[in-house]
């Protein structure tokens, strides 16, 4: 391939990548030329193309620019494949330690439950079954995601969801703030404290992408009498385990296709 064609993969590589982590937010055409340091009518030219191919979408002529369909259909193909991966290492910590175990995924403002297994002593506190949504700022799943997004994302999400979502249940901005800063600490998250259900607690961990973005939450709920400090202990370090194990799993398996 001619250098002039590898540049411009590079480019629209570069281009692809900003759109996705802007995520629901979309980029404008500016700051796409802001952050990419291109000419304008070399990025109009280029998300032109990605849009003819169905990689970058642009609901509005001079709207904001948001990943296309093609995009969105390899990430389904990536979340199947997080689904079927995650469901193994669940089950074999439901049957170790014998709580319920979840896999969580962020979808827009809140994390969406993508499978469940339960052990000897099966708990529910705020996801009740597959499929089920929770606002990002409630309950440690969503804590362990959105400790490792970036500052910007969290105060988007924040900002959305405080006045919707968190003050009625006593959750301020200041108590997210605390247990993201806690998680950033430990890789591992309870919560906002003193939030949950006074029967139940529960413990998660983020499930890294690349560059370590979170991509999901491996989340266990039980109930607080269960939560001795061996216990404890022994979740924290299967549920980090799994979780890079898992990792290591999607994005060799990815990689080698």
């Not at 709207?63 to 689904?83: K, M, Q, S, T």
């Not at 809140?110 to 506190?125: E, F, M, T």
């Not at 950033?184 to 413990?203: A, I, K, N, R, W």
Request: charged residues 25%; aromatic residues 6%.
């Amino acid at each position: 391939m001619q250098r002039s064609g590898i540049q411009t993969l590079d480019r629209s590589y570069s281009l692809l990548q900003l759109v996705i982590r802007a995520g629901y937010r979309g980029q404008s055409i500016s700051e796409l030329v802001d952050a990419s340091g291109l000419s304008t009518p070399t990025v109009y030219r280029l998300v032109r193309a990605l849009k003819d191919l169905g990689l970058l979408r642009q609901p509005l002529s001079r709207g904001p620019v948001y990943p296309g369909p093609e995009l969105l259909g390899w990430g389904e193909l990536i979340r199947d494949a997080l689904d079927s991966i995650a469901h193994m290492h669940l089950l074999d910590m439901a049957e170790a330690l014998g709580d319920s175990f979840f896999l969580m995924v962020p979808d827009g403002f809140q994390v969406l439950c993508l499978d469940i297994v339960d052990g000897q002593h099966p708990a529910r506190s705020y996801t009740r079954q597959k499929g089920d949504r929770i606002p990002f700022g409630v309950g440690q799943a969503s804590i362990a995601i959105l400790s490792f997004m970036s500052e910007h994302e969290q105060a988007h999400i924040l900002d959305h969801n405080e006045p919707a979502f968190l003050r009625t249940r006593g959750i301020t901005r200041r108590r997210v703030r605390e247990a993201i800063a806690n998680c950033q600490h430990l890789e591992v998250s309870c919560g906002v404290e003193d939030s949950d259900p006074p029967e139940f607690t529960g413990v998660a961990v983020p499930v890294f992408g690349k560059d370590r973005k979170p991509i999901a939450a491996l989340s266990c709920c039980l109930r607080r009498s269960r939560l001795s400090d061996d216990h404890y202990e022994r979740l924290t370090k299967a549920l980090l385990t799994s979780a890079r194990a898992i990792s290591d799993n999607l994005f060799d398996s990815v990689e080698s296709t």
